[in-house]
C-alpha cells in the first residue's frame, strides 16, 4: 500500500462548530456539455461530515470529466474523485490533513493542495487562510539518528556541490556513517523513509509534511499516526 497524506495549518481563528456549519452547507453544481451534446452537471461537495470534540473529518467529492481517445474518437467520462480530509485541534494550533485520492485509473486530478485552497475559501471566502506547514531538518536528522537501523532511504537537498541537486544514501549506503555526515555537510534532509517499530508501518516524511505510507495499515491507523506522532514534529 503506498498512501500519502498532507498537513496543513489553518491561520484563521474558528470554533469547530462553524466549520462544521460551512462545510455542512457547501456544494457546488457546474452545467457540462460534452461534445456529443450531452448535459452534465458536476457537483463539488462535503460528504460524510462528523465532528468530534477535537476533529472533524469528511470527504472533499469532486466530478470532472476525463477526455480518453478510442478508435479516432474522443470519449468523454464523468469522474468522481474523493479526498478524505481531517481538522484536528492540536495544542492551540487547527491543522488539516488531506488524503490523496486513491484512483484506479488516469491521472488523479483532485490534489491535495487544490482541497485545502478550496476548504480555505468554503471556510474563510479566501485562499490564503490554509498554508503548508513545514518538518524542521533538524527533526528529520533527530528521527534518523534515534535509530538509524530503522532507516530505509534519506534524501538531500540544498546541496552546495555544482551540478549536484540531491543526494540519496540507501541500503547498505546507511550504515556509512562517515558518507552520512559527509552529506550533512553538503545539504539538508528533505526526505527520509523509515520504520516505526512501536506500530509496526514503513513511512515517508517530507519537510514539507507529506506523510506517505509504505506498508500495510488502516486509514484510521495511519491518520492516528499522523496525529499523534507527525503533528507535535510541526514547527
Given amino acids: 500500500m503506498v498512501l500519502p497524506a498532507k498537513v496543513f495549518e489553518i491561520r484563521e481563528e474558528a470554533s469547530l462548530g462553524l466549520m462544521v456549519q460551512k462545510l455542512k452547507d457547501f ?69 488539516l490533513i488531506v488524503l490523496a485520492p486513491s484512483v484506479a485509473r488516469g491521472v488523479k486530478k483532485l490534489l491535495t493542495g487544490y482541497v485545502a485552497n478550496k476548504l480555505s475559501e468554503v471556510l474563510f471566502i479566501k485562499p490564503h487562510a490554509v498554508v503548508e506547514t513545514r518538518i524542521p531538518h533538524e527533526t528529520l536528522r533527530e528521527l534518523h539518528e534515534s535509530n538509524p537501523q530503522a532507516t530505509k532511504l534519506i534524501w538531500f537537498d540544498d546541496v552546495d556541490i555544482p551540478g549536484v541537486e540531491k543526494l540519496c544514501l540507501a541500503g547498505s549506503d546507511l550504515a556509512d556513517t562517515r558518507l552520512y555526515r559527509e552529506y550533512l555537510q553538503h545539504g539538508r534532509i528533505w526526505y527520509v523513509v523509515f520504520e516505526v517499530q512501536k506500530r509496526g508501518i514503513v513511512v515517508g516524511i517530507t519537510r514539507n509534511s507529506v506523510i506517505t505510507l509504505f506498508s500495510k495499515s488502516t486509514v484510521e491507523d495511519f491518520i492516528g499516526y499522523i496525529m499523534e506522532d507527525i503533528l507535535p514534529l510541526i514547527e
Fill in 27 to 95: 456544494r457546488e453544481e457546474e452545467p457540462y456539455q460534452t461534445i456529443r451534446g450531452e448535459s452534465v452537471t458536476l457537483v463539488t461537495e462535503i460528504l460524510d461530515l462528523k465532528a468530534g470534540e477535537d476533529v472533524i473529518s469528511g470527504v472533499f467529492s469532486m466530478d470532472f470529466v476525463r477526455s480518453r481517445y478510442y478508435k479516432r474518437r474522443v470519449i468523454e467520462t464523468p469522474v468522481t474523485e474523493e479526498a478524505p480530509f481531517w481538522i484536528r485541534r492540536f495544542k492551540g494550533r487547527t491543522f
